[in-house]
């Protein structure tokens, strides 16, 4: 009885560990699952952003707690250091984003927009997150560049027109869509030349073909996607 016991337990470990080793296999090498889904992942080049000061490093340290911490289906480091760079290379002003939760990717779009003489202003629904976020803005050292504007941003972007103040970045990352109505609403003062990223344009969250389609059937904009990691960024230039 104990030999025919040994035996089983044998065969399951032996089966377990060869299809284990088949299914490593079979991984697509570019780093996507099998759905096509890519994860991205770090290369032996990527380094942690480096602080320049006590003001940068003290926000590095805000983000890299954020990042440990819970996730408030935030962006991805890595789409938070790049959205950083583009807001600062384009010398953004005005920045706005829609859908702010905890606040991660405002703090990286704040230092562009710091470094650029610029705003950034956020619009969130949920009270419970504007609480959060704005702790962590504070905590961040960023609280000064950012403005939280509260409600449905369906209404409140509005203001945007009002207020007749052409934005220079635009990061849509609230509902999926609601992205169409955020693009109609605010491509008019979208300046010419300005950028507008769409967050989520992988396959999982699926992003709304009604906003896949204005972005890239309008001859007036030009759309590329950035799939570095797994949820993807739509990122378009309206012309000049
Ligand atoms: C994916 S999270 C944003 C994550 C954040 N951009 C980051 O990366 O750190 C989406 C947020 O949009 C907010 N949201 C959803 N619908 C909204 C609306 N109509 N107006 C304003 N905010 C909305 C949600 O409450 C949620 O906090």
Not at 32 to 56: C, I, M, N, R, V
Not at 98 to 114: D, E, F, H, K, P
Request: charged letters at 30%.
């Amino acid at each position: 009885m104990r030999t025919l016991v040994t035996s089983i337990v044998v065969v399951a470990i032996v089966t377990l560990a060869l299809n284990s080793a088949a299914a490593e296999e079979s991984k697509p090498k570019d780093g996507s699952d099998k759905y096509g889904f890519s994860y991205g992942g770090g290369t032996e080049h990527d380094k942690p952003s480096l602080a320049k000061d006590d003001q940068e490093k003290k926000a590095l340290a805000a983000l890299d707690e954020m990042a440990r911490g819970r996730w408030y289906l935030n962006i991805t480091t890595r789409e938070g250091r790049v959205l950083r760079q583009l807001v600062e290379t384009t010398g953004a002003k005005r920045v706005v984003e829609i859908g702010t939760s905890s606040g991660y990717s405002t703090i990286w779009l704040a230092l562009g927009a710091r470094a650029s003489g610029g705003k950034v202003f956020t619009h969130e629904i949920d009270p419970k997150m504007i609480k959060i976020a704005r702790e962590n803005f504070k905590k961040a050292g960023v609280d000064d560049v950012i403005t939280i504007i509260e409600g449905d941003a369906h209404k409140t972007i509005k203001l945007h027109k009002e207020q007749d103040q052409q934005i220079d970045v635009l990061f849509l990352d609230a509902e999926k869509f609601g992205y169409i109505d955020y693009l109609n609403q605010l491509l008019p003062v979208v300046r010419p030349g300005g950028l507008i990223f769409g967050h989520d344009m992988h396959k999982r969250p699926m992003p709304d073909p009604r906003f896949i389609k204005a972005i890239t059937t309008d001859p007036n904009l030009d759309t590329s996607f950035i799939m570095m990691e797994c949820f993807g960024i739509s990122m378009t230039v309206k012309k000049r």
